[in-house]
Nanobody, 124 residues
Framework: QVQMEESGGGLVQTGGSLRLSCTVS????????MGWFRQAPGKERQFVAT???????YYTDSMKGRFTISRDNAKNTVYLQMVSLKPEDTAVYYC??????????????????WGQGTQVSVSS
């Protein structure tokens, strides 16, 4: 049974930072591409970043330079470091996994497994 647990969300002020973590069990973590998505109330789930099995990364343009995705295969964990947060970054953030190696996997339907999400709220 695959389990994916996000943590690290919370409430921060504009300009603040957070680091999200997603710890995975029940799959061969180092062979999976890991992604972060987010969903704000009333909006569709939005791609944030991916990191594939080779460590290659890909970001949506609006987050490039502010968000950094990384992974620790020894800990079966993927991270999302977020800096210079803005109120529009407020959303539930989800990690996801799929068995392919394409780093530009930006569509949610590509992913096989999802975490429950962690809330990030940025106050103005």
């Amino acid at each position: 049974q695959v389990q994916m647990e996000e943590s690290g969300g919370g409430l921060v002020q504009t300009g603040g930072s957070l680091r999200l973590s997603c710890t995975v069990s029940g799959l061969t973590f180092n062979s999976h591409t890991m992604g972060w998505f987010r969903q704000a109330p009333g909006k569709e789930r939005q791609f944030v970043a991916t990191i594939n099995r080779y460590g290659e990364t890909y970001y949506t343009d609006s987050m490039k330079g502010r968000f950094t995705i990384s992974r620790d295969n020894a800990k079966n964990t993927v991270y999302l470091q977020m800096v210079s947060l803005k109120p529009e970054d407020t959303a539930v953030y989800y990690c996801a996994a799929y068995g392919g190696g394409t780093v530009t996997a930006i569509l949610p339907q590509v992913y096989d497994y999802w975490g429950q999400g962690t809330q990030v709220s940025v106050s103005s």
